[in-house]
């Protein structure tokens, strides 16, 4: 079955420059939700996109935008970036949302390393 | 606000013992769902199980099994013949409406 792809899968960037992180969702899936795990730590909700629309934001900087695009896939643009920007970014998708759980399938993630 | 609560953060045992992950939340919703998550070295996450709220049974899936308990708000999850591939980060992890809430992963070291 298919399933959700990130890329690129490892990326290394200099501080302040930017960084573009992909995500395919699940064939029909319409929501796509991003974590960002730094090193050591649990998962971070940053925000989700529910057909193309913002559906919710958390903890995510300023310096980071995201959007989702007519075919469901969605990226997560990051600039000025720094060294706490070092972490794995998790893309999930779901069917549907409505404010209430639907199951999420999780990509196998990207490794930013920031130097 | 939903929380959940992993108090062993490391934990290390040899080959073929038994081993249990506690697991405790804290959530005010009715209907929730509680989730178990393998991290092994390489990164991805790898889901385990879903629980819902209103199913109180305890499950079996081959060497790994998992006790529910509404009334001490816990979700604990048991290896059993532990094996060096169970070394790992696991995450006990909760819904808050549509996101997941991980809690900080206990990291366990199988030593052959």
């Known amino acids: 079955a298919a399933g959700v792809i990130q890329s690129p899968r490892h990326l290394i960037k200099e501080k302040r420059e930017t960084a573009t992180l992909k995500c395919y969702p699940i064939?029909?899936?319409?929501?796509v939700y991003w974590y960002q795990q730094g090193p050591g730590q649990d998962p971070q909700f940053l925000i989700s996109f529910y057909e193309k629309m913002q559906s919710d934001k958390g903890s995510i900087p300023d310096r980071f935008s995201a959007q989702q695009f007519s075919d469901y896939h969605s990226e997560l643009n990051m600039s000025s970036l720094e060294l706490g920007d070092s972490a794995l970014y998790f893309c999930?998708?779901?069917?549907?949302?409505?404010?209430?759980?639907?199951?999420?399938?999780f990509g196998p993630g990207t490794r930013l390393t920031v130097l | 606000a939903q929380k959940v609560t992993q108090a062993q953060t490391e934990i290390s045992v040899v080959e073929k013992e038994d081993v249990t992950l506690d697991c405790v939340y804290e959530?005010?919703?009715?209907?929730?769902?509680l989730f178990w998550y393998k991290q092994p070295p390489s990164g991805e996450l790898v889901f385990l199980i879903r629980?819902?709220?209103?199913?109180?049974q305890n499950e079996i899936s081959g060497r790994y099994s998992w006790n529910f308990q509404k009334s001490t708000s816990s979700f604990n999850f048991t290896i059993t013949a532990s094996q060096v591939v169970d070394s790992a980060v696991y995450f006990c992890a909760l819904n808050r409406d549509d996101k997941i809430i991980f809690g900080k992963g206990t990291r366990l070291h199988i030593l052959p």
């Open positions: 629980r819902n709220s209103f199913d109180e």
């Open positions: 064939p029909r899936h319409d929501t």
């Open positions: 959530t005010r919703d009715t209907t929730y769902y």
């Open positions: 999930a998708s779901s069917l549907g949302t409505s404010g209430k759980y639907n199951e999420q399938f």
